[in-house]
């Protein structure tokens, strides 16, 4: 966290690259990072499935500056993400309990109306004390199809 909010997407990339002695090979990160691949088809379905279902989309992200515009620009659910909580711009992140209480303290409902999803143990145990329901994602060897189809059959 002591860079939280200060260091660009595109500086973490070459502090990683540096280690590896690979600092010219940025170019090719920005193209598979954003890359379209990486979203898996059926987890985009089930998006927007919920989104048919009225649900609220909050997107949380530990993440960079800089990274929310290369998102909206990558990124085909901008139109049905209803809330952004991003670290780089909170300057705190998930699963730091502070982090939490900034989403509750923003989106105005109760605790347990919030059904968070998350592919990080630290972060769903903050989430349950937090109070909220929460759903363990694991990507796994079927790309997220066995929790694509857990989170239907609780959700949908």
Do not use: C
């Amino acid at each position: 966290d002591g860079e939280l909010g200060k260091i660009t997407f595109e500086d973490a990339w070459k502090k990683i690259l540096k280690t590896f002695k690979k600092e010219r090979e940025i170019e090719n990160i920005f193209p598979i990072w954003w890359e379209k691949k990486r979203w898996m088809i059926d987890t985009q379905k089930l998006i927007r499935q919920l989104h048919l279902h009225k649900y609220h989309i909050a997107l949380f992200t530990n993440n960079w500056l800089g990274v929310r515009d290369k998102w909206l620009l990558h990124n085909e659910f901008t139109d049905i993400i209803n809330y952004r909580f991003e670290s780089a711009l909170e300057k705190v992140s998930k699963p730091n309990e502070k982090f939490y209480m900034i989403v509750e303290e923003r989106l105005h409902v109760e605790k347990n109306a919030i059904f968070f999803i998350d592919d990080s143990k630290p972060n769903i145990t903050t989430a349950k004390k937090r109070h909220w329901q929460a759903f363990h994602y694991i990507i796994g060897e079927d790309n997220g199809k066995t929790s694509n189809e857990e989170l239907r059959k609780l959700l949908l």
